[in-house]
């Protein structure tokens, strides 16, 4: 005869005999004896197997964003880890990825939540659902680190040490490596490297801006300065504000690199696009101050000797020729990166010393960190975000060892790191959930990563770019 004991005297039953043994092992059982219940419940009576936390994730929550778009958060009480997860089906010709820039400036910083929000009330055929904080950034500068590029309008070219990249193709691949963009100016005579992109560094170089660098070459931020003056100007007279605005060029027009340097605005016949060559058109030739186009750029010869240079009057045609090393075979629309690589063929693979990290405490530190993963088959994409130490909400951070982990459990088969500490944001359908602060306690930061919905038909050219730069101080 058997003798069948409900759950609930068995439950009273281990609770009895753990009351009488030691501390430890009281509190080992409690924690198994918590999920074995949950698990129990949830399966109907039969019990499951615990999966470890570091490597399976049983999800808290899911919420689905959109056809293909998933919003995970758990929270794993033995690590006190709480991690957001949000993964995309890249398949789904609906959904898209797009690299924001804060306040589309080179050295503008924003919000995350601001700028997707910009972007969503601006653009009216997308949906902004989710997005990460993206790049690393100069602390002089400000500018993002590593190969940068946005609807194929390039930012940064060079890579930073030996740190990995994540480019978006325009066919929907995406790869993870340590690239290098090489630019250069062709025409029929000949090439020209060019040196470095949106800044000049030495007098002999050849720099290209873009619309990310300003409105003109120097730049002169004029809105801000308007704004600026509206506080110590008190009549409708437009004069005096022009007076301001030209007093600041010729501060700025004294101390430029660009004073006097030859200069060369032109635009693009067809959409940008890096990793390509895309046919320009001269618009212009100037030593002064060149505005730079919305749909161009300038390119500065700065005080070298450049023979080409004086073949190209105004109409002619020429081309901007970029190439990834590694060679990819595709034009990139997005590129963004971080560092160290993670994951590689879907295992743990903390490359901190290759990408030319010195710090172990980086490596080894439990803080919030933000990641990106591909899938082995490169059709989902995994953007991860842990929330850093917080002992009010028993939040504790995660070294990149255990964010690796977390990466592959949710289907990575390789990864990269993205910038963290107080720079960690997830923000899910225009709420930031990391950090626990909100939309209004998020930090600044360069370039954030969005997915967002098409609503309609989008081209590149739907979204604008932002005038107001930043404000003179």
């Not at 016949?269 to 618009?283: D, F, G, K, Q, S």
């Not at 710090?359 to 993963?373: N, P, T």
């Not at 991860?384 to 690796?404: F, S």
Request: hydrophobic share 40%.
């Amino acid at each position: 005869m058997t003798v069948r004991i409900p759950a609930l005297v068995t439950l009273l039953i281990l609770i009895g005999l753990l009351a009488g043994a030691p501390a430890g092992l009281r509190a080992q059982h409690e924690t198994t004896l918590v999920r074995t219940t949950d698990s129990t419940a949830a399966t109907g009576g039969e019990e499951k197997p615990e999966p470890d936390p570091h490597t399976a994730l049983p999800p808290d929550s899911l919420r689905q964003l959109a056809d293909g778009v998933n919003y995970f958060h758990t929270y794993i009480p033995e690590t006190r880890l709480s991690v957001h997860t949000v993964t995309v089906d890249l398949r789904n010709p609906r959904i898209d990825v797009r690299l924001g820039k804060g306040l589309d400036h080179m050295s503008g910083l924003e919000q995350a939540y601001s700028i997707m929000h910009r972007y969503d009330s601006v653009v009216t055929p997308i949906r902004v659902l989710a997005g990460i904080n993206a790049n690393f950034w100069k602390a002089g500068t400000l500018h993002p680190m590593g190969p940068t590029v946005i609807d194929g309008e390039m930012l940064v070219a060079d890579k930073y040490r030996n740190w990995p990249s994540v480019a978006f193709t325009d066919h929907g691949q995406v790869l993870i490596d340590t690239f290098d963009l090489a630019v250069s100016l062709e025409t029929r005579l000949g090439s020209i490297p060019i040196s470095r992109l949106n800044r000049r560094v030495d007098s002999t170089e050849v720099v290209l801006y873009t619309t990310f660098a300003g409105s003109s070459v120097p730049f002169i931020d004029t809105v801000g300065i308007r704004e600026a003056s509206q506080d110590t100007i008190t009549d409708d007279s437009e004069s005096r504000i022009d007076t301001l605005i030209m007093a600041h060029m010729d501060s700025v027009w004294s101390v430029s690199r660009e004073s006097g340097t030859l200069k060369m605005q032109f635009t693009y016949i067809y959409p940008p696009l890096a990793n390509t060559r895309i046919p320009c058109r001269v618009t212009a030739l100037d030593t002064g101050f060149v505005a730079i186009p919305e749909n161009g750029g300038v390119i500065s010869f700065g005080r070298g000797p450049f023979p080409l240079f004086s073949s190209l009057f105004v109409g002619d045609t020429f081309s901007i020729a970029s190439r990834l090393d590694p060679i990819v075979e595709e034009p990139v629309v997005q590129m963004t990166g971080g560092t160290p690589r993670i994951v590689r063929d879907g295992k743990v693979s903390v490359e901190w010393k290759e990408a030319g990290l010195t710090k172990i405490r980086f490596v080894e530190g439990h803080y919030g960190r933000s990641a990106l993963g591909i899938s082995k088959g490169s059709d989902t994409l995994i953007m991860m975000t842990v929330e850093p130490y917080n002992r009010r909400h028993r939040r504790r951070g995660v070294p990149l060892q255990q964010l690796a982990e977390l990466l592959i459990a949710r289907g990575a088969w390789q990864g990269t790191n993205l910038d963290g500490g107080s720079s960690a944001t997830m923000v899910v359908e225009g709420e930031t959930r990391v950090p626990l602060a909100g939309n209004r306690g998020s930090r600044k930061i360069s370039t954030a990563l969005m997915v967002f919905e098409r609503l309609g038909i989008l081209t590149n050219r739907d979204f604008p770019k932002v005038r107001k730069i930043m404000r003179l101080e």
